[in-house]
């Protein structure tokens, strides 16, 4: 056993080599002190964009950080400005955050929570981020939205659709613009039964997660609220890639509506296992038989190619809203062309609530005239705006939820390009999808008191 | 009766695809006595052979003349085929619908390039190293070429669609005398089951009745002896690390009209493909594929509903709960050799 | 002294001072430099070094010594992250108890996880360990959802009950009241320094977790499992039940792994259940062999290695490249980005792969052995003892291959 002396004997070299390299003088001062986390102090100001740059999200991740990037232009009063011409608050005068020229750190999520927090942690202390968006995902978004509470940074999430983010997992610190589960579902409800009757039988195959669940709750209460029936949610595994023995016995089941409540990947193959099985040119109990999938990803979708034909889904946003219905989504054209020219194909609706994201924090540290978290959070906290694309916003002061129209799609049966999968069905307004605060699908959980940390 | 028909057909189509790649894992154990980890990263590359064959049946350039406008207002030129223009619009099409079977041909070739080069450029300087060093190595190559996949291809899922013949699905209900719609399975599904059964009894036939496959097997069960007898068996081993990577590869090509081929895939696949080797038994072919099909067909039932209400969440771990208890019961495996990886 | 020989409290005490030296040591650039993305020396990248260098000392005791390869120890690290969150949610936010208590539920699951998986050796003892983490990963995502808050992840929250807190308690994980949290921010010209309590509670423990792995390597019970490795058949031979070793080392690593999860979860107050997939398990597995498996330092190198290439060069945009290469004309600058481009940011994984190939082919006894060669040019003597080192290596290496 002589062997592991002498190895040991290596080491102790290797240490001291390194130790002899790396000494460094160690005369030290004292730190300065100021009111809140990461208060900028030259004339710069730092946020962090926290994005899946790796795993099965990274396209969509790298959509965000296009559309980070544009913001950050904009701001600085580079291009052409963008949403910037179009917003109805004019405190953005194209010269950085009050004076204060906008930089950037990005980061990797890789979807995971630990490593979202790891890399958000290290864009606050070690970048000096005053605020942290991006994520593609609710377990990530719910994770780094704590950390930011606890940090005491603002947190403007990114693509998260699970009820959670504002509900039982709701922070303080933390703002959501992007649509949830709910949403979706009360969104769908009326044009699904306009489109297929109100006679209609569901079999739901779920993501066996929270955001799975709450989805699949939020659509069997609007479905069934509409007369549906729900006659089995079956729950897949996460991590199955082959949804072959779920699809299966759908079609002998008796019923005529195949709801996916799946995201991602997961949802491109179990939609593409589906229209393998022959789902879609079926009939039963004298109906065709159609299929839902309540949150489309434009950007997913492109994976699933042309199975998505004819299925009905809901999103935030689709860059075709202006022209298609009107000047109430104004903004949509202006983002459109400057995100367009950038980088030569539309924005996702991902990069479109990044962007947005980014210039409501942006706006609202002008109004409120400070970089102070408490001061954003109040700024944010009931404000109404208009002019980024999705027509008439308010941000909820109860739970920090966006409440804005919600667009129903429909999966084109003949692209033109590979960009323009879906087709607008109908636009459900602000009205029809908003709950009270307490709804018992968001209950849990508390906003708690802003933090504006050290 | 009819939904036991139904996920036993399941349970064969994806046992294939474990089978398939299990059987290359098996290959490259019993001949090299390598664990190599980046056998899923292999399955992934025949995956994107059928993608890159697509790819380049769609190579275009833009049409003289702009026809319409594009989503700023610029004008559009329509892409114009290459092979459409070479070819004539018919036979053109018929290519790009017939891309994935074509792929086939395509992929042999380089499946057995990578995997000669993959052999004599790294892993035959590992051959006497720890196996703790050989899963290092090939894990960093696995790595590597899904980085390489996801630079040139992104990450996003990439539609790969099956000929428009196989596209349907078969009613087999009606054929058994069920009701219609009671059995109804995927033509292409059925296409990829016979695919690996023909593979897989190729390989077989290729060790059992070729002098090349008696040397190979000898060779596994002894290499000393057979290099001593003066047989060149490296040379030997190198071949089937090929066609092991070419088995890998295939049955890549023929999964990716099943699920749309992305660069992480293989790493989806190489938990479970270890696990079906192991439950296998090391070193043994016949185990590999009979645990394949065994934990495909397993895996299906228990995603029914009807046993999914005893036992919640069984579809989630009843790959891990077959291993744990074939491994207790038996210690090598199905039918695994004595010595195999066993310290 | 601290009942080590000489060499073995030179060995600690260098590591003692690098540990805490090293929100010093790991900023050597200055804050407004370009370089400073090079800077390691922020709280929660360095109290990750630590922990994962516990959990790879803790790995490094059963696999280094024994050369059993368990796949499956992230599943350890994931029940002590769970458990330390339930002390906090329910007992009080003082990191005591929750550390404890991880500790002890990370050692009842290996005991039992060990005791079935070390009836097979070899990759079947692999595999077993490999399906326990597997299975545990799922459940914890989906059925187990009440316990573990499934994809969100098990976190602290305002209504939480905390009996033991009173109504003026930190809300924070904390030591009897120092917040975990909680740093000292020095500036010395344009360097600054971090120093935090989080990081030196973790480095302390790191350090007594260091001293006893030392105290393991060096012990009788240390070298009845290098015997095992060496050849665990003659073992049995002789009459001696080998499995009891086995199953203490195992257990040994597993509370390792615990204290690693209870750590992670007392730093930052969440856990998550991709702590347990087989991925993370995979990644204790190459910090060890890529620092060098058997070595003492090894594993806690390694562990550093992984985790600065994850949290520094992903950060890497193209953005920090022009602001590196502004300097030169705009030709060369763009050719220099795009050269680099594919490597860093959201590259960094194909980075980290070619260097796991490039260590594992170069430096078959991992980073340890690339520092030995480094010393060994520097010091002329020490050739003699290498050439000794180099044949134990090798030895090393032919009993694993078998």
């Not at chain 2, 992929?107 to 035959?124: N, S, T, V, W, Y």
């Not at chain 2, 599904?189 to 000898?218: C, E, H, K, N």
């Not at chain 3, 935090?196 to 260091?210: E, H, K, Q, T």
Request: net charge negative; charged share 15%.
């Amino acid at each position: 056993m002589s062997f592991s002396n002498l190895t040991r004997r290596g080491v102790i070299k290797t240490g001291a080599v390194a130790g002899a390299g790396l000494a460094l003088p160690t005369y030290l001062s004292a730190a300065a002190h100021s009111g809140f986390t990461n208060a900028p102090t030259g004339d710069t100001v730092t946020l962090g964009f926290n994005v899946p740059q790796s795993g099965p999200y990274a396209d969509e991740g790298a959509d965000e950080l296009r559309a980070f990037e544009l913001a950050v232009e904009h701001l600085n009063g580079q291009g052409d400005g963008g949403m910037l011409s179009t917003f109805s608050s004019k405190a953005l005068e194209g010269n950085g955050i009050m004076g204060k020229k906008v930089q950037f750190v990005t980061g990797d999520t890789q979807t995971k929570s630990d490593a979202a927090r790891a890399s958000a942690q290290s864009m606050i202390q070690k970048d000096g981020a005053i605020m942290i968006s991006g994520g593609s995902s609710s377990g990530v978004a719910v994770a780094v939205q704590g950390l930011c509470q606890e940090a005491g940074v603002i947190f403007m999430a990114g693509l998260t659709h699970s009820n959670d983010t504002t509900g039982k997992d709701k922070k303080a610190n933390g703002f959501r613009h992007f649509f949830n589960a709910y949403m979706s579902a009360a969104a769908l409800a009326p044009v699904l039964k306009n489109l297929y009757g109100d006679d209609r039988k569901v079999y739901s195959l779920t993501a066996d997660y929270t955001w799975g669940w709450t989805q699949q709750e939020s659509i069997q209460a609007a479905t069934e609220a509409m007369g549906w029936e729900t006659i089995n949610d079956v729950r897949t595994p996460l991590a199955a890639t082959d949804f072959s023995s779920y699809i299966a016995p759908v079609l002998n089941s008796g019923a005529d509506v195949l709801v996916l409540n799946h995201y991602g990947g997961n949802m491109v193959n179990s939609l593409t296992n589906a229209v393998q099985f022959g789902l879609r040119d079926k009939q039963v109990n004298g109906k065709n038989f159609e299929i839902v999938v309540p949150l489309y990803s434009e950007l997913m979708a492109r994976g699933a190619g042309k199975n998505i034909a004819g299925i009905v889904g809901s999103q935030n946003w689709d860059w075709k809203l202006e022209n298609e219905k009107g000047d109430r989504y104004k903004g949509t054209n202006a983002f459109v062309k400057s995100f367009g020219e950038k980088y030569g194909f539309p924005p996702s609706q991902a990069a479109q609530t990044c962007y947005a994201q980014t210039l409501l924090y942006a706006d609202a540290v002008a109004r409120a005239q400070s970089f102070n978290p408490c001061a954003v959070v109040e700024a944010l906290e009931g404000y109404e705006f208009d002019g980024l694309g999705n027509g008439p916003t308010l941000y909820r002061a109860g739970d920090h939820q966006c409440f804005k129209d919600v667009v129903v799609v429909r999966g084109k049966e003949n692209p033109e390009n590979e960009f323009d999968l879906v087709e607008i069905v109908e636009v459900t307004p602000a009205e029809q999808v908003t709950y009270p605060v307490d709804h018992p699908m968001f209950a849990g959980g508390e906003l708690g008191d802003c933090n504006p940390g050290a | 009766m009819d939904a036991i028909l139904l996920q036993l057909l399941n349970g064969l189509d994806k046992g294939s695809a474990y089978a398939l790649i299990a059987l290359g894992l098996t290959l490259i154990f019993g001949t090299l006595g390598v664990v190599n980890f980046a056998h899923g990263a292999l399955f992934m590359i025949g995956a994107f052979c059928a993608v890159t064959l697509s790819k380049i049946f769609t190579l275009s350039h833009k049409a003289a003349e702009p026809s319409g406008t594009d989503f700023l207002g610029n004008p559009k030129f329509e892409d114009v085929l290459y092979i459409k223009e070479w070819f004539g619009d018919a036979a053109g099409a018929w290519l790009l619908d017939w891309s994935v079977p074509l792929s086939i041909l395509f992929a042999i070739p380089i499946m057995l390039a990578i995997g000669f080069i993959m052999e004599r450029g790294l892993i035959k300087h590992f051959y006497k190293r720890p196996h703790a060093d050989q899963i290092l190595v090939t894990f960093g190559l696995a790595i590597v070429l899904q980085e390489v996949i996801k630079y040139f291809y992104g990450a996003n899922p990439i539609p790969t669609a099956a000929p428009e013949a196989f596209r349907g699905s078969f009613d087999f209900g009606v054929l058994l005398g069920f009701d219609p719609n009671a059995i109804i399975y995927p033509y292409w599904r059925l296409i990829y089951f016979a695919f690996s059964a023909l593979i897989i009894g190729g390989v077989f036939a290729f060790l059992q009745f070729t002098t090349f496959g008696m040397v190979v097997r000898a060779g596994m069960a002894d290499r000393e002896t057979v290099g001593l007898l003066g047989i060149n068996i490296d040379k030997r081993f190198t071949i089937m690390f090929g066609i092991a990577a070419a088995v890998a590869g295939l049955a890549g090509v023929m999964y990716a009209p099943i699920n749309s081929p992305n660069y992480h895939m293989g790493m989806d696949f190489l938990v479970l493909s270890f696990v079906v080797v192991v439950v296998g038994g090391m070193g043994s072919l016949p185990g590999a594929v009979l645990a394949g099909f065994l934990l495909g067909i397993l895996e299906s039932f228990a995603s029914m509903n009807e046993v999914k209400d005893i036992l919640p969440g069984i579809d989630q771990i009843i790959i891990y709960v077959v291993a744990i208890i074939i491994l207790l019961t038996r210690p090598r495996g199905l039918m695994g050799r004595k010595g195999v990886m066993e310290e | 002294m601290l009942s080590l020989n000489k060499k073995d409290f030179g060995l600690l005490l260098v590591v003692a001072i690098l540990t805490l030296a090293a929100p010093i040591i790991l900023n050597p650039f200055p804050a407004n430099s370009g370089m400073a993305q090079f800077n390691a020396g922020y709280p929660d990248l360095m109290q990750r070094f630590v922990i994962f260098g516990i959990f790879a000392i803790g790995f490094n005791i059963l696999f280094g010594l024994t050369g059993y390869l368990s796949f499956g120890h992230a599943a350890f690290l994931g029940v002590g992250s769970y458990s330390a969150v339930w002390m906090m949610k329910l007992l009080s936010m003082n990191v005591i108890p929750a550390i404890l208590l991880s500790v002890i539920v990370a050692g009842l699951f290996s005991v039992v996880i060990g005791y079935i998986s070390l009836r097979r050796s070899g990759i079947y003892f692999s595999i077993l360990t490999l399906a326990f983490a597997q299975m545990s990963f799922n459940l914890a995502y989906s059925v187990l959802t009440p316990i573990t808050n499934g994809e969100t992840g098990l976190q602290i929250s305002l209504n939480d009950p905390r009996i033991l807190d009173g109504a003026n308690a930190p809300s924070y994980p904390n030591l009897f009241g120092a917040q975990m949290n909680s740093a000292a921010t020095v500036e010395f010209g344009s360097w600054i320094f971090t120093f935090s309590v989080g990081y030196y509670l973790c480095a302390v423990i790191m350090l007594a977790a260091f001293y006893i792995s030392i105290r393991v390597f060096r012990s009788p019970f240390g070298m009845m499992l290098r015997a095992v490795k060496s050849n665990q058949q003659r073992m049995n031979y002789t009459g001696l039940n080998t499995k009891p070793y086995t199953l203490a080392a195992f257990v040994i690593s597993g509370m390792y792994a615990g204290l690693a999860g209870g750590l992670l979860a007392s730093m930052d107050p969440l856990a998550g259940a991709e702590r347990m997939q087989w991925t993370a398990s995979g990644e204790v597995v190459l910090m060890t062999i890529l620092g060098g498996a058997g070595t003492l330092l090894g594993p806690v190198l390694g562990a550093g290695f992984i985790k600065y290439f994850e949290n520094i060069f992903s950060k890497i945009n193209d953005n920090v490249l022009h602001g590196w290469f502004s300097f030169m004309p705009d030709g060369f600058e763009n050719f220099l980005v795009t050269v680099i481009h594919p490597f860093v940011g959201k590259g960094w994984n194909l980075t980290l792969g070619l260097l796991f190939m490039l260590v594992v082919i170069f430096l078959p006894g991992g980073l340890v052995e690339g520092g030995q060669r480094f010393g060994r040019v520097f010091r002329r003597k020490d050739r003699n003892a290498g050439s000794v080192e180099a044949d134990a290596a090798k030895q090393r290496n032919q009993t694993a291959a078998e």
